[in-house]
Structures are given as C-alpha cells and as structure tokens.
C-alpha cells in the first residue's frame, strides 16, 4: 500500500489553469505508474491522465487531451497534472492512484486508453477543483 496526497485543486474561472500534485507519503514515486481520475458530482469515476512507470509513456482522455499535461518530478517524488484551459465540464473531485508495476498478464498495460477499475496500491483522498465564472 501507498499513500498519497494530492493537492493543488481550487476554484478558477473558465479558461484558468491549475497544477495538481500528487505525492506518496514516506516514498518515491519514480517507480510507480500514476494515474489521474475525476469524479462529478452524479457521475461515475473517470480516468483523466496516467503515466507509466517504464518508460513514462503518457496517456489522456480525449475530452482534455491537448489541455491537460501529467509529468513526473523524480527530485521532488511528485506527479503533476498541469490543467490547462479549464471548462466548467472539467468540475471534479480528482484522484490520484498508484500502482508499482506498469503491466500486469491478466489487464494489460496499466496506462492505456480507457484505463479503470484495478487493484491500485493506493488512492489520494481527492482534491475539488471547480470551474465557474
């Protein structure tokens, strides 16, 4: 298990910009496949954004792809998600996961299109972002 915090969320306006962190508490994150999800109010989970432990490969919904950016700071053991031109439809409650492997036999590659349900080794408790004039 890992534990992990995010933080960074707020209330912008449309068009605003946000950074998300995610850090885990007392490890590294370098060797950990990092996902972003986010929740709405009435709406199921929904994958955002992950990078891959291996080799950093990066994959984005395509609802924020071209606006949202998910890096890796290896000196500061955090994940970032950068959210750029933020609309009022990106309004969640978002979550970072971490698992220490980059696939698995039975799942596949842990960072793909359509990422979802798995046995993370551990979840943030969530940070609000809210996007409203």
């Known amino acids: 298990q890992v534990q992990l915090v995010e933080s960074g969320g707020g209330l912008v306006q449309p068009g605003g910009s946000l950074r998300l962190s995610c850090a885990a508490s007392?490890?590294?994150?370098?060797?950990?496949?990092v996902l972003w999800f986010r929740q709405a109010p009435g709406k199921e989970r929904e994958g955002v954004s992950c990078?891959?432990?291996?080799?950093?490969?990066?994959y984005y919904r395509d609802s924020v792809k071209g606006r949202f950016t998910i890096s890796r700071n290896n000196a500061k053991d955090t994940v970032y998600l950068e959210m750029n031109s933020l609309k009022p439809e990106d309004t969640a409650v978002y979550y970072c996961?971490?698992?220490?492997?980059?696939?698995?036999?039975?799942?596949?590659?842990?960072?793909?299109?359509?990422?979802?349900?798995?046995?993370?080794?551990?979840w943030g408790q969530g940070t609000q972002v809210t996007v409203s004039s």
């Open positions: 996961a971490a698992v220490q492997r980059y696939y698995d036999r039975s799942y596949g590659a842990i960072c793909r299109p359509g990422f979802g349900r798995y046995n993370y080794d551990g």
């Open positions: 007392g490890r590294t994150l370098n060797f950990y496949t």
């Open positions: 990078i891959s432990s291996n080799d950093d490969r990066t």
